[in-house]
């Protein structure tokens, strides 16, 4: 019992861990995102570059910009769902936690 309760604990904070590399990463690829959108804010030109796949394809600011924010909005959903799943791994971990003192004692 007390050994499947330490297995658990471990994987959860396996889990954990995981969870804050992916919230992290995601976290860079948004400050990258917003600092594109601030750079095309202040140019003037009307066209830019955008890398799609292995090509550079020159297209509307606006509507690199559109896909930008569109980038932006995903990835800040997908930031939410791993901070809830952060939190929900966490509470899991402190009850295992809890249960594991409860046991050496």
Not at 1 to 29: A, R
Not at 80 to 101: D, M
Request: no cysteine.
């Amino acid at each position: 019992m007390e050994e499947d309760l330490v297995s658990e604990f471990q994987n959860y904070q396996q889990d954990l861990q995981n969870v804050v590399i992916q919230k992290e990463s995601l976290k860079l690829h948004s400050m990258e995102v917003s600092k594109a959108m601030e750079e095309l804010q202040k140019t003037t030109q009307k066209t830019a570059y955008k890398i799609t796949g292995n090509i550079m394809i020159n297209k509307p600011i606006e509507e690199i910009k559109k896909d930008l924010e569109e980038a932006k909005e995903s990835i800040d959903l997908k930031i939410k769902s791993l901070e809830k799943n952060e939190e929900r791994i966490s509470n899991k971990l402190k009850e295992i936690q809890s249960k594991l003192k409860e046991g050496m004692k």
